[in-house]
């Protein structure tokens, strides 16, 4: 089965940064529709940023919009995101997920429309 393994979470102050790392196993980050979400205690799932299939511009939040920028690195594998300018707001999981790879439509969607998780990495920004 896909396998998709977050990492790069950690404890930083407001205004620094964070690159979390996703490296997908069993499945192809070329041409395929993936992203990152997110959850804090007591809230509900959000999507942070995905890529369009077909556009070379992806998505965001636009709680996010600006400070986050999510990039392929097609030789590792690997989706990133880049969290710059961190607000106390931004804790939460963060979680890496990705749609079916014979999906071909929009991206962007819900939690429940895509089909792969990993296991999430902790954020945690404080004031």
């Known amino acids: 089965q896909v396998q998709l393994v977050e990492s790069g979470g950690g404890s930083v102050q407001a205004g620094g940064s964070l690159r979390l790392a996703c490296p997908a196993f069993?499945?192809?980050?070329?041409?395929?529709?993936m992203g990152w979400f997110r959850q804090a205690p007591g809230k509900e799932r959000e999507g942070v940023a995905t890529?369009?299939?077909?556009?070379?511009?992806?998505y965001y939040a636009d709680s996010v919009k600006g400070r986050f920028t999510i990039s392929r690195d097609v030789a590792k594998n690997t989706v990133y995101l880049q969290m710059n300018s961190l607000k106390p707001d931004d804790t939460a999981m963060y979680y890496c997920?990705?749609?079916?790879?014979?999906?071909?439509?929009?991206?962007?969607?819900?939690?429940?429309?895509?089909?792969?998780w990993g296991q999430g990495t902790q954020v945690t920004v404080s004031s």
């Open positions: 069993r499945y192809t980050v070329s041409n395929n529709c």
């Open positions: 997920a990705a749609r079916r790879s014979a999906y071909r439509g929009v991206c962007w969607g819900q939690p429940a429309d895509f089909d792969y």
């Open positions: 890529f369009y299939i077909g556009d070379i511009i992806p």
